[in-house]
């Protein structure tokens, strides 16, 4: 069982910066890809970035791209999403999540209790 806990929101405004944190509790950590998500109100969650198990591979959602940067430390059981230059449209509760397997798929097996992000313009 997995359990995760994220960290790092807050208010910023238009062009700044946040750096989102996930803490992960399974020692099988390094075994599975991660994920960032996130729910603004009235929509839909949405994918943001995910890495896989040795966090050689990445992916990042096209409304991200160049501004979002998802990493890893294994050795602190850690999933990292850096996020520069935000913009309002970025405000929404972010979700960190644990995949069933080491590379990137659409399985996600654990979820986080999400932190806010609000974006200020």
């Known amino acids: 069982q997995v359990q995760l806990v994220e960290s790092g929101g807050g208010l910023v405004q238009a062009g700044g910066s946040l750096r989102l944190s996930c803490a992960a509790s399974a020692r099988t950590f390094s075994s599975r890809a991660m994920g960032w998500f996130r729910q603004a109100p009235g929509k839909e969650r949405e994918f943001v970035a995910a890495?896989?198990?040795?966090?050689?591979?990445?992916s990042h959602a096209d409304s991200v791209k160049g501004r979002f940067t998802i990493s890893r430390d294994n050795a602190k059981n850690t999933v990292l999403l850096q996020m520069d230059n935000l913009k309002p449209e970025d405000t929404a509760v972010y979700y960190c999540?644990?995949?069933?397997?080491?590379?990137?798929?659409?399985?996600?097996?654990?979820w986080g209790q999400g932190t806010q992000v609000t974006v200020s313009s």
């Open positions: 999540a644990a995949g069933q397997v080491a590379f990137i798929t659409s399985r996600y097996i654990a």
């Open positions: 890495i896989s198990g040795s966090g050689g591979s990445t």
